[in-house]
């Protein structure tokens, strides 16, 4: 499976935005999708994760972030609401067959889109 994130950019706090995933080589159908982040000199961390039978946010994100499939459209979106500058990060998505936070567990990964929020 290949995987490309797409969508990042400017936002002021407490703004919206959409980052998107698709797929190439195969569906998303019986994988685990998950999304995680990154921001400078800090460990990549759990964002969220979608499957056909749950979905899971980190606390931080939890109630802000929507995350999503659209099998039509082979592509997994995170919506992100009243984003915080200290979500600014390069945003990954990632595909594995566990349901797991742990970044190790995912077997593909597209590359990182930068989502930064200004004060």
């Known amino acids: 499976v290949q995987l490309q994130a797409f969508g990042g950019g400017l936002v002021q706090a407490g703004g919206s935005l959409s980052i998107s995933c698709a797929a190439s080589?195969?569906?998303?159908?019986?994988?685990?999708v998950g999304w995680f982040r990154q921001a400078p000199e800090k460990e990549r961390e759990f964002v969220a994760h979608?499957?056909?039978?749950?979905?899971v946010y980190a606390d931080s994100v939890k109630g802000r972030f929507t995350v999503s499939i659209s099998n039509a459209k082979n592509t997994a979106t995170l919506q992100m609401n009243s984003l915080k500058p200290e979500d600014t990060a390069a945003y990954y998505c990632a595909a594995g067959l566990y349901l797991t936070t742990s970044d190790k567990q995912y077997t593909y990964w597209g590359q990182g889109t930068l989502v930064t929020v200004s004060s």
């Open positions: 979608i499957s056909a039978t749950d979905t």
């Open positions: 080589g195969r569906t998303f159908s019986g994988y685990v």
